[in-house]
T-cell receptor, first 114, second 114 residues
């Protein structure tokens, strides 16, 4: 079992719709969770981070964390063609055991169609 | 600098040669990370430096890989006797590391071993 799992996609959504991305992780002690966006041929850029259970909203993006179920999700509202990219979920484990390294999922490719 | 910089941006080498990849983190960031991303794959942690502490080398795939960080700033990742499976994008990231800080990525070095 991979430590961080994502559906590879592609997730195809029409422009203006909501894109819903999911990520599950295996280490119950994980403390912080990140969503990065990566355009083809580019490096990852941070979209959001979340530490506490519940929802966190930032513009068109909402991250949702459920530690009991060990999943974190990302919602993209009013999806735009410019949102077409690969979205990487990253998890940081308990600081003493895992240091500050991030464990990444394989990414979900999102395609927003005009 | 304004962001993490890496050089070279692209490197083509012959199997068996040694290569050095450079990373210059964001000014003031004490933590530095190296990751590798193979074609179509997620990011794989390689090594992590934090201040003057011993680096976390747990992700280095073999003893052909080594890294150093001089003066707490610039880091060099060295791959000796390169193999074709070393072909990947090597990404460097840095963070303030005063808690659960976000990692910011450089543009990466695309390595191709022929």
């Amino acid at each position: 079992q991979k430590e961080v799992e994502q559906n590879s996609g592609p997730l195809s959504v029409p422009e203006g719709a909501i894109a819903s991305l999911n990520c599950t992780y295996s280490d119950r002690g994980s403390q912080s969770f990140f969503w990065y966006r990566q355009y083809s041929g580019k490096s990852p850029e941070l979209i959001m981070f979340i530490y506490s259970n519940g929802d966190k909203e930032d513009g068109r993006f909402t991250a949702q964390l459920n530690k009991a179920s060990q999943y974190v999700s990302l919602l993209i509202r009013d999806s735009q063609p410019s949102d077409s990219a690969t979205y990487l979920c990253a998890v940081r484990g308990p600081s003493k055991a895992a240091g500050n390294k991030l464990t990444f999922g394989g990414g979900t490719r999102v395609l927003v169609k005009p | 600098g304004a962001g993490v910089s890496q050089s070279p941006s692209n490197k083509v080498t012959e199997k068996g040669k040694d290569v050095e990849l450079r990373c210059d983190p964001i000014s003031g960031h004490t933590a530095l990370y190296w990751y590798r991303q193979s074609l179509g794959q997620g990011l794989e942690f390689l090594i992590y430096f934090q201040g003057n502490s011993a680096p976390d080398k747990s992700g280095l795939p073999s003893d052909r890989f080594s890294a150093e960080r001089t003066g707490g700033s610039v880091s060099t990742l060295t791959i000796q006797r390169t193999q074709q499976e070393d072909s990947a994008v090597y990404l460097c990231a840095s963070s303030l590391n005063r808690g659960q800080e976000t990692q910011y990525f450089g543009p990466g070095t695309r390595l191709l071993v022929l």
